[in-house]
């Protein structure tokens, strides 16, 4: 899968050497399909099931799993699989905004204090400590006190949070290509600073960055189903993740069901994940593997 | 040695400076007027009026900034809005249970990890070090809340081992450690597994450097050159991973704490947002920060002692 | 007199996942009491694995085929991990050819000598003392303040005289030095002979020296030992070396040398081809395909040793009349 020969390549690497590479990972692949799984459980979740996921059927009460409820039913007797689909809708749609917004900003400011001044890039640096010694529940509680629960409120957080971590990576990797040949050589012929990070670092930088991303995927869902959890992130009754687990909490003496539904997609989008990223930042980068 | 220590020093406290600033103008940027932000819907005129009054928000924002650093540096964390006492006195009467929890927490998983992930290097691809590998990928995969969970529906439910809720007994050092077992358990978990892991890849890392070899050319011990050339290199990112987990550990520690029924910082920060009692949070956010970034300092300053190259360099 | 290192029709394979490498075949050499023998050869012709099989230091996917290695009589190879650590650093040691890698970076000089004299029931200080007199013995200035400096406080040329001083400290009776100059610039290199030299007055061992640099050879050596591709092709003393070389390869090697150049030339000598693929040996003789003097026989059938005179063999079909 490599560029054909006549086009002329950009920047120093092929773009996609691994690919098949990837697919002799079995841990990698194992990954692959428990994400697979879970985002099609996400995106597909009303044609999953028949049930609404607030839908009440007092009933129902606290059911115990069988053929009408697969994963029982809560306390107000919503069907808890449904409700851990619709969860899934919920993380999924947290980890895509506020990743996605974390890489815009974490790219744009890491190529800024990289590539800029050197007191831009030591505010920059003192800015991203300090925003990281929070620990990020506590910091996500302080804003919700003020603001009051929500799930942007979430997001915007995560994405504050987020954005040094990757602004950090992104600094390195621009600092280490600023002084590479490749990047002398179009400062030689006058290639503008803009065109410079745009066409020369950029291309260089993504990649590991991407990987990363997907390995915070988990970590961004564990977020936000903890406040949830504590009902600090969506207000009840919407169904998600750490809301079942709220629930399962508050019930844990009539039925262990919920806690079970409520942690299992937890502790799966955490193994997918990261053994799908572990394998492909073998494959894409093999010096950053760990000596095995 | 002591430069390295003054200029480490003099970055935390800047750090900790940006910091208290960040919380400071956060207030000020949520649209409303910043004293009902701060204090609430539940707020009365009065308490209001006090506030404005005290904190001078009248007053333009340099001002207002310059009065809030000089509070806090006089150890002023403010006041509770509702029952008036000091910040600092509540946050510092919370403050101990918390400190315990999580040196609970790192006792234990830092010693079985380095062991486990000693063991690992040791016996590399052995059944120990493959079992140990599945072991830890599992602890890592497990959020810690969820673990806080599980070992309440597990131990404190089901089986009935151990007490669910609360510290124990005050004075009753046996119940308040069996209150300790399962928070404790619960936060370290995950840990265990990032230590071992780590361990494990540094100490191969390690044990394949030429003077790894020259030391057993030289006839030494194994046990010596594990122990005292290989680990005292490979511990280094362990030590750097807990400095700067602390913060992790922190925040997890704030689930265990709602989750057991626990005196502690989390519990304290998290009922005081259901009462959106801010001045309470904020002081006890800035508490926990502090506390973050002295123990990323203390890491550091362990990892200069353990590699003097380290001392070298910055 | 019995010699210090025997070691006799020594092969050794490396296990890897495409097949095992076969890196040392049939490799016999000796080292008399007294003497400083050099095992010369390019990179890959097996020297250093030779070498680190008589500590029993190979790597973990090392198998030994055949062989034996008797040092002062004793059976190397049937010992068990405890005896050969009794050796190590007592009777056999090495010196490495990286001096920047070779002590450990978190401890101090001073401690990591001490350290090796963990089997002496001397008291610390007087560890301490000792370690203070190797390090001035291989002159290394201020001592005893420098002892407790770390590593990475000395440059190069100091560590590798450190490096020969914690090898030499316990009075082995075999001194092996990987490469000891490799890493180092000329002028240092020059240091570090003259140091040898100087100590070879003090001490009573044997030295085993591995280079590919023909002009340390000669400088130290009496006796000489040429490996290629995992064989050793000639052994001789180092006048009959440099003189009345016999294998083709020893003289190729010898043509080679820029020092040995009579008259100005623009092209540098260099022996055509590489190195035969140790996975796959050919059948014959190992350098027939590089070899400008080579015979029919050379390609099928593997030369065996022949004897020139009493101290000088080489394996070649040139000299076999049979």
Not at chain 2, 51 to 72: H, K, W
Request: positive net charge; aromatic residues 8%.
């Amino acid at each position: 899968m490599s560029a054909p020969a006549s086009k002329p390549v950009r920047s120093a690497q092929p773009r996609f050497p691994g690919l098949r590479q990837f697919f002799r990972e079995p841990l990698g692949i194992f990954g692959l399909v428990i994400v697979v799984i879970l985002v099609f459980g996400a995106v597909f979740a009303p044609y999953l099931t028949d049930y609404a996921p607030n839908a009440l059927d007092i009933k129902a009460r606290l059911a115990k799993p069988s053929g009408q409820h697969w994963l029982g039913a809560d306390h107000l007797g919503r069907d808890t699989f449904t409700r851990v689909l619709y969860g899934g809708r919920v993380a999924l749609k947290v980890a895509a905004w506020s990743i996605s917004l974390a890489l815009l900003g974490g790219v744009f400011l890491g190529m800024l204090a990289g590539y800029g001044p050197r007191w831009l890039d030591n505010l920059l640096i003192l800015i991203f400590d300090a925003v990281r010694s929070f620990p990020t529940i506590m910091f996500a509680l302080a804003i919700i006190t003020l603001t009051g629960p929500s799930i942007n409120m979430v997001i915007m957080v995560i994405v504050i949070t987020s954005i040094p971590v990757y602004a950090r990576i992104v600094r390195a990797q621009t600092m280490a290509l600023r002084e590479s040949e490749f990047v002398l050589a179009a400062r030689s012929v006058g290639t503008g600073w803009f065109r410079m990070l745009y066409l020369h670092i950029l291309p260089n930088v993504i990649g590991p960055l991407l990987i990363l991303a997907s390995m915070d995927i988990p970590v961004v869902v564990t977020i936000e189903s903890g406040l949830s959890f504590l009902g600090l992130g969506v207000r009840p009754p919407t169904a998600s993740w750490g809301t079942v687990l709220a629930d399962g909490y508050a019930y844990v003496r009539n039925t262990p069901w919920l806690l079970v539904a409520g942690g299992v997609p937890l502790v799966l989008t955490t193994l997918g994940f990261t053994f799908m990223g572990e394998a492909l930042r073998d494959v894409f980068d093999p010096t950053l593997k760990k000596r095995d | 040695m002591w430069v390295y220590f003054l200029k480490r020093l003099g970055l935390s406290l800047a750090i900790i400076a940006v910091a208290m600033s960040i919380l400071f103008v956060i207030t000020h940027m949520i649209p409303g007027d910043p004293v009902s932000v701060a204090l609430g819907p539940r707020a009365t005129t009065s308490m209001k009026e006090d506030y404005r009054a005290r904190m001078g928000i009248d007053l333009p924002v340099y001002i207002q900034y310059g009065r809030f650093v000089s509070n806090v540096l006089r150890g002023n964390l403010g006041q509770d809005v509702f029952s008036g006492l000091s910040v600092l006195d509540i946050v510092k009467r919370q403050l101990p249970h918390t400190v315990i929890l999580v040196c609970v927490a790192i006792g234990w998983s830092a010693t079985l990890g380095i062991i486990l992930g000693c063991f690992s290097a040791v016996r590399r691809n052995s059944i120990l070090d493959r079992i140990i590998g599945v072991i830890t990928v599992g602890a890592i995969a497990i959020p810690s809340f969820v673990v806080s969970l599980y070992a309440l529906l597990i131990f404190a439910v089901t089986l009935r081992v151990l007490p669910a809720l609360g510290a124990g007994e005050s004075g009753d050092i046996v119940d308040q450690l069996k209150h300790l077992v399962l928070p404790g358990f619960a936060l370290g978990l995950g840990w265990v597994g990032y230590i071992a892991r780590l361990v494990r890849a540094s100490m191969l890392e390690v044990m394949g450097e030429n003077f790894i070899r020259a030391a057993r050319a030289y006839g030494l011990p194994e046990r010596a050159i594990i122990a005292r050339y290989a680990l005292k290199i490979a511990i280094i990112p362990t030590v750097t991973l807990l400095g700067v987990g602390i913060g992790n550990m922190l925040s997890g520690a704030l689930f265990a704490e709602i989750v057991f029924a626990r005196p502690g910082i989390g519990k304290l920060i998290y009922d005081m947002v259901l009462m959106r009692n801010y001045p309470v949070v904020q002081g006890a956010v800035l508490v926990t920060t502090a506390l973050f970034v002295v123990s990323a300092l203390i890491a550091d300053i362990i990892n200069s002692y353990l590699d003097p190259r380290v001392r070298a360099s910055l | 007199m019995a010699p210090v290192l025997s070691v006799k029709n020594l092969s050794i394979d490396f296990l890897t996942s495409g097949g095992p490498v076969h890196a040392l075949r049939e490799v016999n050499l000796s080292v008399p009491q007294k003497s400083i023998v050099g095992i010369v050869g390019e990179s890959g012709s097996g020297k250093s694995t030779a070498v680190s099989a008589v500590m029993r230091l190979l790597a973990n996917n090392a198998e030994v085929r055949t062989g034996e290695i008797k040092f002062e009589g004793r059976d190397i190879l049937a010992m068990s991990e405890r005896e050969l650590r009794a050796l190590r650093g007592e009777e056999i040691a090495m010196v490495f050819q990286d001096p920047m890698t070779a002590q450990t970076p978190v401890l101090s000089i001073g401690q990591q000598m001490i350290d090796i004299q963990y089997r002496r029931s001397l008291s610390k200080k007087e560890k301490r003392q000792k370690a203070i007199d190797m390090l001035v013995r291989v002159g290394i200035p201020d001592a005893s303040e420098r002892m407790d400096q770390y590593p990475h406080q000395f440059s190069g040329g100091m560590r590798q005289r450190i490096s020969i001083a914690m090898s030499l400290m316990m009075n082995p009776k075999l001194l092996i030095a990987d490469e000891p100059t490799t890493a180092l610039d000329v002028t240092l290199e020059a240091q570090i002979i003259h140091l040898f030299r100087e100590l070879r007055k003090s001490f009573d061992g044997s030295i085993i020296v591995v280079s590919h640099n023909l002009g340390l050879i000669a400088e130290l050596c009496d006796e000489v030992v040429v490996m290629y591709a995992g064989e050793v092709v000639e052994r001789a003393t180092v006048d009959d070396i440099f003189n009345r070389a016999a294998h083709p390869y020893t003289q190729a090697l010898l043509d080679c040398d820029p020092a040995r150049l009579d008259e100005l030339t623009e092209k540098l000598p260099s022996i055509t081809g590489d190195v035969p693929d140790l996975q796959d040996v050919p059948a014959g003789c190992i350098f027939a395909s590089r070899c400008d003097q080579k015979l029919q026989r050379c390609a099928s059938k593997r030369p065996p040793v022949v004897t020139i005179t009493e101290a000088h063999d080489v394996r070649c079909h040139l000299l076999n009349n049979d």
